[in-house]
C-alpha cells in the first residue's frame, strides 16, 4: 500500500497544496497518493500524514464539526500522532490557544503547546512576500541544484495573507504544583498531568522567525509585551515550528513554484 497523504479540503489552497507534493514526491522519486479529505473515512486512509491548508480557522473548525470531523482530526494529531502541517489558517488550528479570536471563539484541534496571534499582520490588502533564510532546508533533498554546497541554500519566497504568528510558548508556563500550595488538589492534578504529557511530549522547535515586527494592528505589537511572550518588540516573530509529528508554518508555500519546504516535510514524514 503506498503512502497516502491527504489535504483537508474545505477551503484554501486545496488543489496548490496537492499539486506541489505530487511534485515533491516525483523529485524525491516516491510513490504518493494525495487525495482530498473531507470525512473521517478519508482521513482514516491518510496513512503518511495531512495538510491542514490556509483559509479562515473559524469556517475551517465550523466545517470540521459540521462534518463530524473535529474529533477524528485530534484523534489523529495527538492520539494516533500522525504527521500534520498546517499552513496559515491550519497553524491556527493545530495551535493550543488562539489570541484575537471572534466573539463567540473558536474550537481548535491543537497539537502544538503554543499560542497563536491571529491575522497578525493586518487586512487582507496588507499581504505581502518577502524571501526567507531558512536554515532547516540547507540539507538533504530540499537543497536544489542552485546551491553549491549542503551549508547554502537560495532564500525562500513567503506569502503572508492575514498571517498568523506564534506569540507565547505555552509549555514554559508549567509550573511545579508542590510550589504553589495554595492550589486545591484538582489545580494541582491538572498541572501534573500538564507536566506528564510534557515529559510525553516533544518540546517545541522554532524553525524560522521573520526579523523585526511586521504587524500593522496595535494589539498585535501590544501583545509582544505581555508577560511570557516569546516575541518582544524588534525581536521578530515566530512564523514556522514544529513539535513532533506537527508542524506548522504562517506564510503560504504552496502559492509559490518553490516546492522545497514540502520535499522537507516529504522527507520528514516517509523516512
Same mark, same amino acid.
Given at each position: 500500500? &503506498? ?6 479540503? *474545505? ?8 499539486? =506541489? ?46 462534518? $463530524? ?52 499582520? $493586518?487586512?487582507?490588502?496588507?499581504? *505581502? ?22 551549508? @547554502?541554500?537560495?532564500?525562500? %519566497? ?17 509550573? +511545579? ?8 488538589? =484538582? #489545580? #494541582?492534578? #491538572?498541572? #501534573? +498531568? ?16 521573520? %526579523? ?10 501590544? =501583545?509582544?509585551?505581555?508577560?511570557? &511572550?516569546? &516575541?518582544?518588540? $524588534? ?11 506537527? *508542524?506548522?508554518? @504562517? *506564510?503560504? %508555500? ?18
Amino acid at each position: 500500500m &503506498s503512502p497516502t497523504i491527504g489535504v483537508l479540503a *474545505f477551503q484554501g489552497g486545496v488543489i496548490e497544496h496537492m499539486q =506541489a507534493l505530487k511534485k515533491a514526491a516525483a523529485s524525491l522519486q516516491k510513490e504518493v497518493t494525495v487525495i482530498e479529505v473531507r470525512s473521517s473515512a478519508e482521513l482514516e486512509s491518510c496513512n503518511a500524514g495531512l495538510v491542514i491548508p490556509g483559509g479562515e480557522s473559524t469556517h475551517l473548525s465550523r466545517a470540521a464539526r459540521e462534518c $463530524g470531523l473535529l474529533e477524528p482530526l485530534r484523534e489523529y494529531v495527538k492520539v494516533k500522532r500522525r504527521p500534520v502541517w498546517g499552513t496559515c489558517a491550519g497553524l491556527i488550528m493545530l495551535s493550543e490557544e488562539a489570541s484575537a479570536a471572534k466573539k463567540d471563539g473558536q474550537e481548535l484541534i491543537g497539537g502544538l503547546d503554543v499560542r497563536v496571534h491571529r491575522n497578525h499582520f $493586518g487586512r487582507q490588502n496588507e499581504s *505581502f512576500m518577502t524571501d526567507l533564510d531558512l536554515d532547516f532546508l540547507r540539507s538533504g533533498s530540499a537543497i536544489t541544484n542552485e546551491s553549491s554546497s549542503s551549508s @547554502s541554500a537560495p532564500p525562500f %519566497p513567503a506569502m503572508f495573507i492575514r498571517a498568523p504568528v506564534v506569540d507565547k510558548l505555552l509549555a514554559a508556563q508549567i509550573h +511545579d504544583p508542590e510550589a504553589t500550595p495554595e492550589q486545591n488538589p =484538582a #489545580q #494541582q492534578q #491538572q498541572l #501534573q +498531568d500538564k507536566k506528564e504529557n510534557k515529559k510525553k511530549n516533544p518540546a517545541v522547535e522554532v524553525l524560522a522567525i521573520l %526579523p523585526g515586527r511586521h504587524a500593522s494592528n496595535k494589539a498585535a505589537a501590544a =501583545a509582544a509585551g505581555e508577560q511570557g &511572550s516569546v &516575541s518582544p518588540e $524588534g525581536a521578530g516573530d515566530i512564523i514556522a515550528l514544529r513539535q513532533g509529528n506537527v *508542524f506548522g508554518t @504562517s *506564510f503560504h %508555500p504552496e502559492l509559490t513554484d518553490d516546492i522545497r519546504i514540502h520535499v522537507w516535510w516529504l522527507e520528514q514524514i516517509l523516512s
